[in-house]
């Protein structure tokens, strides 16, 4: 059972370029959430999606950062116009069922470090 | 909010045991959590303690919980030189969609 997939794992953007990150939840998961790590710094909640729904964004920076997670296909974190501010490692995870409160049923991804040069 | 609180970093010799400390705020949190995270690699969970638990010991770790001052500690026993990474401390309140981390002690090894 792989566990989650999160590509790419590295990514260069110049300012003002796009970047996407993607994130396949493990098999049976259907609810998925982004976290940022800025450097030297511990990781921040962004978003919560289970398929097709955004169900908690409260972390998502207003503008230029949006994410989905389609009926089919992976769950995408999009960046728009990238600032060198958002040069960060970006962490998804997946859970089989919703919140935190079975324990260990949080599983995180290796991560996308992304420069912005 | 809720905050979560660690000290940065933490040296220690090789076969002794290691403490690593962490202070919450939020007196709702329902779970807490000890990850791990060598360079360059995601967070591996290491072990989680429910609220109403005052001790959880797991191998060579042990959590203790202080709930009254908001005080959660990691130690390890026998620390070895593959046990320097960066640990973090998590916590899941009411909300329970969120992980808030602290910022990470960085435990280093020296053989």
């Known amino acids: 059972n792989a566990g989650v997939m999160q590509n790419p794992r590295h990514l260069v953007r110049r300012r003002g370029q796009e970047a996407r990150l993607r994130c396949s939840p493990m098999?049976?998961?259907?609810?998925v959430y982004w976290y940022r790590q800025l450097p030297e710094e511990g990781l921040k909640f962004m978003v919560y999606?289970?398929?097709?729904?955004?169900?908690?964004e409260s972390g998502m920076p207003k503008e230029r950062f949006s994410a989905e997670f389609p009926k089919e296909g992976p769950s995408i974190l999009r960046i728009q116009q990238v600032v060198r501010g958002d040069s960060a490692a970006y962490f998804c995870?997946?859970?089989?069922?919703?919140?935190?409160?079975?324990?260990?049923?949080?599983?995180f991804g290796e991560g996308s470090w992304l420069t912005v040069v | 909010g809720e905050d979560v609180e660690q000290s940065l970093f933490l040296s220690v010799r090789e076969g002794d045991s290691s403490v690593i400390n962490c202070t919450y705020t939020?007196?709702?949190?329902?779970?807490l959590y000890w990850y791990k995270q060598e360079p360059g690699a995601g967070l591996q969970l290491l072990t989680y303690?429910?609220?109403?638990?005052d001790m959880k010991q797991d191998q060579r770790l042990t959590v203790l919980l202080n709930k009254k001052d908001k005080h959660l500690s990691l130690r390890i026993a026998d620390t070895q030189t593959g046990d320097s990474a960066i640990y973090f401390c998590?916590?899941?309140?009411?909300?329970?969609?969120?992980?808030?981390f602290g910022g990470g002690t960085r435990l280093m090894v020296k053989p």
């Open positions: 998590a916590e899941s309140g009411n909300a329970g969609n969120m992980l808030t």
């Open positions: 303690i429910f609220s109403n638990m």
């Open positions: 995870a997946s859970s089989p069922i919703s919140g935190t409160g079975a324990g260990n049923t949080i599983y």
């Open positions: 999606l289970q398929k097709e729904n955004i169900i908690d």
């Open positions: 939020d007196s709702s949190s329902t779970y």
């Open positions: 098999k049976g998961h259907s609810h």
